[in-house]
């Protein structure tokens, strides 16, 4: 057992905002084995979403598992918790003998038997083919995951890849496992192999370790090193699958210990879970490890980082004061690096710069409570601070504040972009709770309200909906997004169209934006 030392990944009352903290699970005794798998669990956002948005129907008891992770979910998201309510659910009786982490796993997903559990679940059909006249069967079955056996010795190096690749290859039965064929009337040379019907959304793959010893009458671990693969493809027919969590073991079979690595979806960094503990660390521990037992991949989700996105972004940040413009930088950027102000008061003086891995954002004041000639100096200094010129504009608002006359604005600066820019703009709707309060769906909020589905129509439909102080990080989201937004024909808005429409400006002195400008100024 851990000593209960740091609770969380992160202090508390760290200044960085935008780290995700992680909370520890407490260990009963010997309960790590149950803590590493619960955590994988929860790591698993598809699972985690359905497990905390499951309705609970009357009184299902006490009993009733799938409650049981309801509740643990939900405090863990807030501090570190306690597993009781899942030990006795799940009829474990002795809290100090340690178990198997696998075992649990799949217990764990068959108890709950609803549709949470679909995440990790494929199908697999096991065929049998007559050599003779080629006649096949198939048996289908869902599965949760693959069970690897290891073909090297203790102090060998398994190599996984190759193992998941033996593991579907056809082989021929030895005579006396012959099947009979209906067709030939008699027992024929066997060939038998395994195939996926249905790809599972979480691939887990399980290390045979510990096998039986029939002359010592007991269980022997293979501790073979091995790389632990960062992804997997089996072949042209196989979605790619990234690693996102490990559930590693230390020492023997009776004893030992279990902890799990963990890459965060909100952040994409890696957490080491240890009971009480979490603490960060790196996927180098991976690497030529005798420790990993069960793995688990995400189906094609490439985690995305200001490093790995495709193409550059340089995005610039337009928006009312206080609408969480510096915030919503900052969570593209995945770091604290604009200051961000309160409810009642904006920090932002001037435009800044920040370039993070591909990633250049542009933070601005609100440019629309400036006069006319500190807006085009604003503006040519925006252009300059990424250069060649921003490749996007996100135009942040909070979603209830999003008044008429912002929505004026909101067009007049539209126009003012040459015609095909429009295709570079996003609307980012903050506080998003507001729209939990109201009940809505951010599609219902938008077509009740004709003049917002203009707005939104005239940015080809691109928007998000974020809220920025709810402990979730949006920086995958909010990537995944941009990158969608950012092709590869995804032409920069160069420095001389943008320019230009600064020029324009200076030409046109009474134009709307103006006489709107100036109603704002004098609010
Ligand atoms: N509840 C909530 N608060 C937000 C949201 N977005 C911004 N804020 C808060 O609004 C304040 C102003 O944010 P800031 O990023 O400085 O706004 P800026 O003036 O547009 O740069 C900060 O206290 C933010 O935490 C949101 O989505 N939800
Ligand atoms: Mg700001
Ligand atoms: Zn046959």
Redesign the pocket.
Known sequence: MKNPGTLTAEKRDSPNRNEVQYNGLKNQGATCYLNAVLQCLFMTPKFREAVVSHKVLGDCGQENLLLQLKKLFEQLSDKAASTEGITKSLGVRNVFEQQDAVEYYRKILKAMGTHASKVFEGKMSNITKCCKCSEETKETNTFISILLSIDVGNDEKYDVKNGLKTFFEHSKLEEDDWMYCDKCDQKTETETWSAIDEYPTVLTLHLKRFDFDYMQMSYKKNECCLDVPPSLHNGDKWPKYDLYAVINHKGGYTGGHYDAIIRSYENGKWYCFDDYTVRKTSEASLKNSHLPYMLMYRKGTAVLSPDSVLHPMRILLI?P????????GNIILGGNYFT????SE???KKSMAKTVGKITVV?TPNLFSLDEQSWSHEMEKCIELCDPGPNVILW?T?ICKFSEQQQGLFHAFRKRLYSGMTKHMMIIF????ELKKLGQTIDTFISKRSKLCKVVGSCQKRYHV????NGHNYTLELLENLSKMVTSEFTAISKRQFKHCVRRKHLKKKTKILKTLKMLKSD
């Open positions: 928006g004061s206080r609408a969480g413009k510096s915030a919503v961000c102000g309160s409810e904006t920090v932002t933070d942040v909070p903050t506080n998003g709770r974020i809220d920025i102080p």
